[in-house]
């Protein structure tokens, strides 16, 4: 399928590097793309950035039927443009379409098309210290109907936004409060797709969390309440004793590209790294035992973020004097230099653009 290209006639003018926050300022440009039925995805298209026009009744807006997906292109020293593992990104959002009824798109088209729109967009990849153009892959049911079933047609969009650090701590450690009354996910829910309601679902335990002085909920499993999940919008890490630890994917965990680009590192450093179940009581008594080295979530928007404090009931502990330990900071700094192109990429992660 060929790309059509309507050019804008008028360019925003672009941010100033250094000052950058996340996901409020969007490029010239996004990629378009239709489904139908009888048509199959049809109509690529890279056009200027503009709103959807949507009917009230369209099935996005009142079932949630969509799926999305964050990766980030990253500028070089030398000004290569270039994207960390995007048919990672592509593989999960066909996955999470197929839990979500959405008809899967072709991953090597998708990711053409993608690095066209940010060939279009290289002026806005941002070149000072730890800043990305954030991408954002988005399928939405587009049907104009009220019965609860799944959608005939769908929109396909990517949206580019020129990003810094996530949280305002930046790479410090955060503290954060253990949900007790709420759950992110279920087993046999969607909690392992990257889907909008996740996210909604969430909300409320973050405001509480907020309220009470934490930036971030850390989650347990949906069905005992004993198993540790994700923490906010990342998957979480341990580290005990000399171990890399990081709960297993159960259907309810965001199997992240963070997540499998740590554990992947940690195999190939020859370090000990395991998935499994740990339970929020193994993690208090290694903490009293002096054998809890280090938490720290990993995700694409923050790479890796140490956490310092963690309040579970009427008690919270402090890991590591609150500091951030050797371990975030090796992943961190492996990672980030790969992202950069400031160290070799001897895992094959980098995708070239331009
Ligand atoms: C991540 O990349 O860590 C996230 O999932 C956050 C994103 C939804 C903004």
Redesign the pocket.
């Known amino acids: 399928m060929e790309i059509a290209m309507t050019t804008s006639e008028k360019l925003k003018s672009k941010p100033d590097d250094t000052g950058l926050g996340?996901?409020t300022i969007f490029t010239d440009y996004m990629f378009n793309m239709d489904y139908a039925p009888d048509k199959g995805w049809h109509s690529p298209r890279i056009e200027p950035y503009t709103s959807i026009e949507m009917d009230p009744a369209t099935m996005y807006l009142h079932y949630g039927q969509g799926v999305?997906e964050?990766l980030k292109a990253y500028r070089t020293e030398s000004g290569r443009i270039q994207l960390f593992r995007p048919e990672e990104n592509l593989k999960r959002l066909n996955r999470s379409s197929r839990r979500l009824c959405i008809p899967e798109v072709d991953e090597a088209f998708a990711l053409d098309a993608m690095k066209q729109l940010i060939a279009t967009e290289k002026e806005w990849v941002p070149g000072a210290p730890e800043t990305s153009l954030?991408i954002r892959p988005t399928i939405i049911a587009m049907d104009p109907f009220l019965g609860v079933r799944a959608s005939h047609t769908y929109r396909f969009f990517i949206i580019l936004s020129p990003v810094g650090a996530?949280y305002p701590e930046g790479f410090n450690p955060i503290k954060i409060l253990v949900a007790s009354d709420y759950v992110r996910a279920v087993r046999g829910g969607v909690g392992e797709a990257?889907t909008p309601g996740n996210?909604a679902a969430s909300l409320l335990a973050g405001e509480h969390a907020h309220e009470a002085g934490y930036t971030q909920v850390l989650w347990l499993d949906g069905v005992e309440q004993k198993y540790l999940e994700e923490v906010?919008?990342?998957n979480i890490f341990f580290v005990i004793d000399n171990e890399i630890i990081t709960p297993e994917l159960n259907g309810s965990i965001?199997p992240?590209i963070?997540r499998k680009s740590v554990v992947e590192l940690a195999k190939h450093w020859n370090e000990k790294a395991s998935e499994r179940k740990i339970s929020i009581d193994e993690l208090i008594d290694t903490h009293a035992a002096g054998r809890l080295k280090e938490v720290f979530?990993?995700?694409?928007?923050?790479v890796i973020s140490p956490v310092g404090k963690i309040k579970y009931g009427d008690q919270e502990i402090t890991i590591n004097n609150n500091q951030t330990g050797p371990f975030a900071q090796k992943y961190y700094t492996a990672i980030t230099d790969i992202q950069y192109g400031k160290a070799e990429d001897p895992m094959g992660w980098i995708e070239p653009v331009a």
């Open positions: 996340f996901g999305f964050g954030y996530y990257k996210y906010g919008s990342m965001l992240g963070t979530g990993a995700g694409t928007a923050a």
